[in-house]
């Protein structure tokens, strides 16, 4: 079992930048996939980002393509997601993710990921 927690969540003014992190309780035994949600109250989690095991392949929800830019760190057991040109509507609580069964790819889909962290708040002000 892998426990996640989130990092770097904050109020910042539209057009701000956070930078969240997500740090993995122990090397996993297997290689993950890694993955960025969010979730406003009263709407499904909603994906982000994805990055493969080698950080080779990325993938962006249209609506922070240009903005947000996930990265990992194996060796330190860390993913991150850097959030520029922060507006409004990104405001939620964000989630990271890891997904063990295709490390070599990415995936959009909350069912494909086996562990969650607790989340952290994100709030824009406009």
């Known amino acids: 079992q892998v426990q996640l927690g989130e990092s770097g969540g904050g109020l910042v003014q539209a057009g701000g930048s956070l930078r969240l992190s997500c740090a993995a309780s122990?090397?996993?035994?297997?290689?993950?996939?890694w993955g960025w949600f969010r979730q406003t109250p009263g709407t499904e989690r909603e994906f982000v980002a994805a990055i493969s095991w080698s950080g080779g392949i990325t993938y962006y929800d249209d609506s922070v393509k240009g903005r947000f830019t996930i990265s990992r760190d194996n060796a330190k057991n860390m993913v991150y997601l850097q959030m520029d040109n922060l507006k409004p509507e990104d405001t939620a609580v964000y989630y990271c993710?890891?997904?063990?069964?295709?490390?070599?790819?990415?995936?959009?889909?909350?069912?494909?990921?086996?562990?969650w962290g607790q989340g952290t708040q994100v709030t824009i002000s406009s």
């Open positions: 993710a890891a997904d063990r069964a295709t490390p070599a790819a990415v995936s959009t889909r909350m069912g494909d990921y086996d562990f």
């Open positions: 122990r090397r996993p035994a297997t290689s993950y996939a």
